[in-house]
């Protein structure tokens, strides 16, 4: 491991994420913001990165050209939308660089494209950086793996706030995959997202979602397993958006030595099986 600090680029500089990651950066050892990325045409371009997150001139402008921000860079954090995550994708696998991906959202021809990268860049992608966050999927798992199915029921519910686009959250659907692999069932088949009208009777077995969204929530999530005169319910409320910084960079600290591959926090974590 290099003594000297991790040079990490931040993409999305402008948005609240962006900004965030920006300012953990700025307090933490062992990391520089090395560039800050917008897209093109964005107000920011050509402002210091530093007083645009609230911490001061830094000396970094933000730019647009992802492609130059990345020569010299040992690392990107990303949490932007899926198009632009997969050009970011082809961008750190030919700097071969570590591409941590907090991004949520992406299709299952999304998630091909990063995997593809991942051949060359050390990809490090999680529906949720923080460390509770993914220690909960470890319980889920336990819990559904533990409660049989046929007399025990599996709701996930989420909330975030009223300007969050996709839905379910990155987080539910990865609480869903940790149930389904406790269960050993695949979630596509299994989950149950929309219910409106006269539904029926709930299918044993399948895994609901409930997404609520308003106000400023940074991100509220349950998995409730609903017996017959019992419910057990594992739950993560995340009160501020620095806990998916500060996990980034640790994921992005931990892949600086790896080999190329797709990784996700359970590595990180050294909770994966």
Same mark, same amino acid.
């Given at each position: 491991?290099?003594?000297?600090?991790?040079k990490l680029?931040?993409v999305? &500089?402008?948005?609240?994420?962006?900004q965030?990651? *920006?300012?953990?950066?700025?307090?933490?050892?062992g990391?520089v913001?090395?560039?800050?990325?917008?897209?093109?045409?964005?107000?920011?371009?050509?402002?210091?990165?530093?007083?645009?997150?609230?911490?001061?001139? *830094?000396?970094?402008?933000?730019?647009?050209?992802?492609?130059?921000?990345f020569?010299?860079?040992?690392?990107?954090?990303?949490?932007?939308?899926?198009?632009?995550?997969?050009n970011? &994708?082809?961008?750190?696998?030919?700097?071969?660089i570590v591409?941590?991906?907090g991004?949520?959202?992406?299709?299952?021809?999304?998630?091909?494209?990063?995997?593809a990268?991942?051949?060359?860049?050390?990809?490090i992608?999680?529906g949720?950086? +923080?460390?509770?966050?993914?220690?909960?999927g470890v319980?889920?798992?336990?819990a559904?793996?533990?409660?049989?199915?046929?007399?025990?029921?599996?709701?996930?519910?989420?909330?975030h706030?009223?300007?969050?686009?996709?839905?379910?959250?990155?987080?539910?659907?990865?609480?869903g995959?940790?149930?389904? &692999?406790g269960?050993?069932i695949?979630?596509?088949?299994? &989950?149950v997202?929309?219910?409106?009208?006269?539904?029926g009777?709930r299918?044993?077995?399948t895994?609901?979602?409930?997404?609520?969204?308003?106000?400023?929530v940074?991100?509220?999530?349950?998995?409730?397993?609903?017996?017959?005169?019992?419910?057990?319910?594992?739950?993560? +409320?995340a009160?501020?958006?620095?806990?998916?910084?500060r996990?980034?960079?640790?994921?992005?600290?931990?892949?600086?030595?790896?080999?190329?591959?797709?990784?996700?926090?359970?590595?990180?974590?050294?909770? +994966?099986?």
């Open positions: 491991m290099s003594d000297n600090p991790m680029v931040v999305g &500089a402008g948005g609240r994420m962006g965030t990651l *920006i300012r953990v950066l700025h307090e933490t050892d990391v913001l090395h560039a800050a990325v917008e897209r093109e045409g964005s107000p920011f371009i050509g402002k210091d990165a530093g007083e645009l997150a609230g911490v001061g001139p *830094i000396g970094v402008p933000v730019t647009a050209d992802p492609l130059k921000a020569l010299d860079a040992e690392g990107v954090l990303d949490f932007t939308g899926p198009a632009a995550t997969i970011f &994708a082809g961008l750190a696998a030919q700097a071969r591409h941590v991906i991004t949520t959202g992406c299709s299952p021809a999304d998630d091909e494209k990063i995997k990268a991942a051949r060359h860049a050390r990809v992608k999680s949720n950086m +923080s460390l509770g966050v993914n220690l909960l319980l889920v798992e336990q559904a793996r533990a409660l049989p199915a046929a007399n025990w029921d599996i709701e996930v519910v989420e909330m706030h009223k300007h969050k686009v996709d839905a379910p959250s990155g987080t539910a659907l990865l609480l995959e940790a149930a389904a &692999a269960r050993e695949e979630l596509l088949s299994n &989950a997202k929309v219910r409106d009208g006269h539904t009777a299918e044993a077995g895994i609901g979602f409930a997404t609520l969204r308003g106000g400023s940074v991100g509220d999530h349950s998995v409730i397993i609903a017996g017959e005169g019992e419910l057990v319910t594992l739950s993560h +409320s009160r501020d958006r620095s806990i998916f910084a996990g980034a960079v640790v994921a992005a600290l931990w892949g600086r030595d790896k080999k190329p591959g797709h990784y996700d926090m359970l590595d990180v974590l050294g909770l +994966s099986h």
